[in-house]
Protein backbone atom coordinates (compact mmCIF):
# COMPACT_ATOMS: atom_id res chain seq x y z
CA UNK A 1 0.00 0.00 0.00
CA UNK A 2 0.84 3.40 -0.63
CA UNK A 3 1.08 6.05 2.01
CA UNK A 4 2.18 9.84 1.53
CA UNK A 5 2.87 11.54 4.75
CA UNK A 6 2.25 15.26 4.17
CA UNK A 7 3.59 17.81 6.69
CA UNK A 8 2.90 19.99 8.49
CA UNK A 9 -1.10 19.18 8.86
CA UNK A 10 -1.29 23.07 10.07
CA UNK A 11 0.12 26.22 9.10
CA UNK A 12 -0.27 29.29 10.92
CA UNK A 13 1.81 32.50 9.49
CA UNK A 14 2.20 36.21 8.72
CA UNK A 15 1.92 37.96 5.18
CA UNK A 16 5.51 37.91 3.37
CA UNK A 17 6.90 34.88 5.58
CA UNK A 18 8.10 32.15 3.80
CA UNK A 19 7.05 28.45 3.91
CA UNK A 20 7.95 24.68 3.15
CA UNK A 21 5.50 21.75 2.69
CA UNK A 22 6.47 18.24 2.82
CA UNK A 23 5.17 15.22 1.74
CA UNK A 24 6.87 11.77 1.93
CA UNK A 25 6.87 8.38 1.16
CA UNK A 26 8.62 4.97 1.04
CA UNK A 27 7.15 4.57 -2.07
CA UNK A 28 8.23 5.20 -5.47
CA UNK A 29 5.60 7.16 -7.82
CA UNK A 30 5.53 8.32 -11.23
CA UNK A 31 4.58 11.20 -10.90
CA UNK A 32 3.42 13.69 -8.08
CA UNK A 33 0.93 16.19 -7.74
CA UNK A 34 0.36 19.11 -5.90
CA UNK A 35 -3.75 20.65 -5.32
CA UNK A 36 -4.61 23.59 -3.75
CA UNK A 37 -8.30 23.22 -2.33
CA UNK A 38 -10.91 26.03 -1.10
CA UNK A 39 -13.81 25.10 1.16
CA UNK A 40 -16.15 23.57 -0.62
CA UNK A 41 -15.05 22.90 -4.19
CA UNK A 42 -12.67 20.54 -5.63
CA UNK A 43 -8.79 20.27 -5.96
CA UNK A 44 -7.53 22.68 -8.10
CA UNK A 45 -4.47 20.84 -10.13
CA UNK A 46 -1.23 23.30 -9.20
CA UNK A 47 1.56 21.17 -10.68
CA UNK A 48 2.84 17.97 -11.65
CA UNK A 49 6.47 16.63 -11.31
CA UNK A 50 7.41 13.74 -13.14
CA UNK A 51 11.28 13.38 -13.17
CA UNK A 52 13.58 12.99 -10.52
CA UNK A 53 15.19 16.17 -9.09
CA UNK A 54 12.70 18.03 -10.87
CA UNK A 55 11.84 21.50 -9.74
CA UNK A 56 8.86 23.51 -11.02
CA UNK A 57 8.24 27.21 -10.37
CA UNK A 58 4.59 28.89 -10.28
CA UNK A 59 5.31 32.80 -9.26
CA UNK A 60 6.18 32.42 -5.60
CA UNK A 61 6.13 28.54 -5.56
CA UNK A 62 8.38 26.62 -5.94
CA UNK A 63 8.03 23.01 -6.08
CA UNK A 64 10.69 19.56 -6.16
CA UNK A 65 10.60 16.25 -6.44
CA UNK A 66 13.19 14.00 -5.16
CA UNK A 67 15.75 12.27 -6.60
CA UNK A 68 14.65 9.12 -5.89
CA UNK A 69 10.51 9.94 -6.76
CA UNK A 70 9.89 9.13 -3.16
CA UNK A 71 9.17 12.61 -1.63
CA UNK A 72 7.95 16.56 -2.93
CA UNK A 73 7.97 19.51 -1.08
CA UNK A 74 6.28 22.89 -2.02
CA UNK A 75 7.77 26.28 -1.18
CA UNK A 76 5.87 29.35 -0.89
CA UNK A 77 7.79 32.67 -0.85
CA UNK A 78 6.43 36.02 0.44
CA UNK A 79 3.26 34.43 1.39
CA UNK A 80 -0.08 36.60 0.83
CA UNK A 81 -3.60 35.85 2.64
CA UNK A 82 -4.75 34.62 -1.10
CA UNK A 83 -2.73 31.43 -0.76
CA UNK A 84 -4.71 30.95 1.95
CA UNK A 85 -6.19 26.72 1.90
CA UNK A 86 -5.82 23.10 1.63
CA UNK A 87 -2.61 22.42 0.14
CA UNK A 88 -2.42 18.37 -0.90
CA UNK A 89 0.08 16.43 -2.39
CA UNK A 90 -0.90 13.19 -4.86
CA UNK A 91 1.22 10.41 -6.02
CA UNK A 92 0.87 8.46 -8.88
CA UNK A 93 1.90 5.05 -9.48
CA UNK A 94 2.85 3.35 -12.45
CA UNK A 95 0.48 0.19 -12.70
CA UNK A 96 -2.44 1.67 -10.42
CA UNK A 97 -4.49 3.08 -12.85
CA UNK A 98 -6.51 5.98 -12.29
CA UNK A 99 -5.43 6.17 -8.44
CA UNK A 100 -3.46 8.94 -6.75
CA UNK A 101 -2.46 8.75 -3.29
CA UNK A 102 -3.19 11.84 -1.50
CA UNK A 103 -1.37 13.36 1.57
CA UNK A 104 -3.44 14.47 4.70
CA UNK A 105 -3.39 17.86 3.34
CA UNK A 106 -1.78 21.08 5.08
CA UNK A 107 -3.84 23.90 5.76
CA UNK A 108 -1.97 26.83 5.51
CA UNK A 109 -3.97 30.74 6.67
CA UNK A 110 -1.83 33.44 5.87
CA UNK A 111 -2.79 36.57 8.58
CA UNK A 112 -2.69 39.97 6.80
CA UNK B 1 -12.40 24.78 -22.45
CA UNK B 2 -14.79 23.52 -19.98
CA UNK B 3 -13.78 22.00 -16.73
CA UNK B 4 -14.96 18.98 -14.87
CA UNK B 5 -18.81 18.87 -13.87
CA UNK B 6 -20.76 17.43 -11.26
CA UNK B 7 -24.37 17.16 -10.30
CA UNK B 8 -26.26 17.91 -8.20
CA UNK B 9 -23.56 20.16 -6.22
CA UNK B 10 -25.66 19.08 -2.90
CA UNK B 11 -27.70 16.34 -1.83
CA UNK B 12 -29.31 15.58 1.64
CA UNK B 13 -30.91 11.57 2.04
CA UNK B 14 -31.69 9.66 4.76
CA UNK B 15 -30.54 6.65 6.12
CA UNK B 16 -31.45 3.31 3.47
CA UNK B 17 -31.84 5.78 0.51
CA UNK B 18 -29.80 5.03 -2.34
CA UNK B 19 -28.28 7.85 -4.44
CA UNK B 20 -26.70 8.76 -7.79
CA UNK B 21 -23.61 10.85 -8.69
CA UNK B 22 -22.63 12.56 -12.18
CA UNK B 23 -19.78 13.55 -13.58
CA UNK B 24 -19.07 14.69 -16.84
CA UNK B 25 -15.37 15.09 -17.58
CA UNK B 26 -13.12 17.31 -19.80
CA UNK B 27 -13.99 16.85 -23.64
CA UNK B 28 -11.41 14.40 -24.88
CA UNK B 29 -10.65 12.90 -21.88
CA UNK B 30 -11.76 8.79 -21.05
CA UNK B 31 -10.72 8.28 -17.91
CA UNK B 32 -12.92 9.47 -14.77
CA UNK B 33 -11.75 8.37 -10.97
CA UNK B 34 -14.15 9.16 -7.81
CA UNK B 35 -12.91 10.08 -4.54
CA UNK B 36 -14.36 10.14 -1.36
CA UNK B 37 -13.62 13.40 1.18
CA UNK B 38 -14.01 13.00 4.70
CA UNK B 39 -11.80 15.66 7.10
CA UNK B 40 -11.43 12.23 9.29
CA UNK B 41 -9.91 10.40 6.30
CA UNK B 42 -9.08 12.32 3.53
CA UNK B 43 -9.25 11.68 0.00
CA UNK B 44 -9.59 8.14 -0.51
CA UNK B 45 -10.04 6.65 -3.98
CA UNK B 46 -13.17 4.60 -4.88
CA UNK B 47 -12.99 3.49 -8.41
CA UNK B 48 -11.96 4.48 -11.60
CA UNK B 49 -13.26 3.94 -15.61
CA UNK B 50 -11.41 4.04 -18.63
CA UNK B 51 -13.55 3.67 -22.36
CA UNK B 52 -16.44 2.22 -19.85
CA UNK B 53 -14.25 -0.19 -18.08
CA UNK B 54 -13.64 -0.44 -14.27
CA UNK B 55 -9.79 -0.36 -14.26
CA UNK B 56 -9.28 -0.02 -10.60
CA UNK B 57 -11.29 -0.29 -7.50
CA UNK B 58 -10.50 1.44 -3.55
CA UNK B 59 -11.51 -0.16 -0.11
CA UNK B 60 -15.30 0.49 -0.55
CA UNK B 61 -17.71 -2.38 0.47
CA UNK B 62 -19.64 -3.19 -2.45
CA UNK B 63 -22.56 -0.35 -2.00
CA UNK B 64 -20.71 1.92 -3.54
CA UNK B 65 -20.75 1.34 -7.23
CA UNK B 66 -20.26 3.47 -10.91
CA UNK B 67 -20.62 3.12 -14.46
CA UNK B 68 -19.14 5.05 -17.71
CA UNK B 69 -20.54 5.70 -20.84
CA UNK B 70 -19.65 5.97 -24.50
CA UNK B 71 -19.15 9.63 -24.49
CA UNK B 72 -17.32 9.00 -20.88
CA UNK B 73 -19.61 10.40 -18.50
CA UNK B 74 -19.77 8.40 -15.45
CA UNK B 75 -22.17 8.42 -12.72
CA UNK B 76 -21.24 6.58 -8.78
CA UNK B 77 -24.15 4.88 -6.86
CA UNK B 78 -24.28 4.03 -3.24
CA UNK B 79 -26.91 2.17 -1.91
CA UNK B 80 -28.64 2.04 1.53
CA UNK B 81 -26.96 4.56 2.57
CA UNK B 82 -25.59 5.42 5.96
CA UNK B 83 -24.69 8.00 8.06
CA UNK B 84 -20.88 7.59 7.58
CA UNK B 85 -21.51 7.93 3.73
CA UNK B 86 -21.94 11.64 4.58
CA UNK B 87 -18.75 13.21 2.93
CA UNK B 88 -17.88 15.30 -0.48
CA UNK B 89 -17.59 13.28 -3.35
CA UNK B 90 -15.01 14.29 -6.27
CA UNK B 91 -14.55 13.29 -9.43
CA UNK B 92 -11.72 13.23 -11.55
CA UNK B 93 -10.78 13.14 -15.20
CA UNK B 94 -7.36 12.59 -16.68
CA UNK B 95 -6.65 12.03 -20.73
CA UNK B 96 -5.05 8.57 -19.56
CA UNK B 97 -4.75 6.68 -16.59
CA UNK B 98 -1.05 5.04 -16.60
CA UNK B 99 1.85 6.79 -14.66
CA UNK B 100 1.46 10.17 -15.53
CA UNK B 101 -2.39 10.72 -14.73
CA UNK B 102 -2.40 13.91 -14.54
CA UNK B 103 -5.97 14.66 -13.05
CA UNK B 104 -8.73 17.51 -12.58
CA UNK B 105 -11.52 17.44 -10.58
CA UNK B 106 -14.61 18.44 -10.73
CA UNK B 107 -16.36 20.79 -7.96
CA UNK B 108 -17.67 17.81 -5.70
CA UNK B 109 -21.29 17.01 -4.86
CA UNK B 110 -21.88 16.80 -1.22
CA UNK B 111 -23.48 14.19 0.35
CA UNK B 112 -25.45 14.84 3.79
CA UNK B 113 -27.13 11.89 4.95
CA UNK B 114 -29.81 11.99 7.87
Known amino acids: TQLLEQSPQFLSIQEGENLTVYCNSS?????LQWYRQEPGEGPVLLVT?????EVKKLKRLTFQFGDARKDSSLHITAAQPGDTGLYLC????????????FGQGTILTVHP | KAGVTQTPRYLIKTRGQQVTLSCSPI?????VSWYQQTPGQGLQFLFE???????NKGNFPGRFSGRQFSNSRSEMNVSTLELGDSALYLC?????????????FGPGTRLTVL
Open chain 2, 92 to 104: ASSRTSGGYNEQF
Open chain 1, 27 to 31: SVFSS
Open chain 1, 49 to 53: VVTGG
Open chain 1, 90 to 101: AGAGGTSYGKLT
Open chain 2, 27 to 31: SGHRS
Open chain 2, 49 to 55: YFSETQR
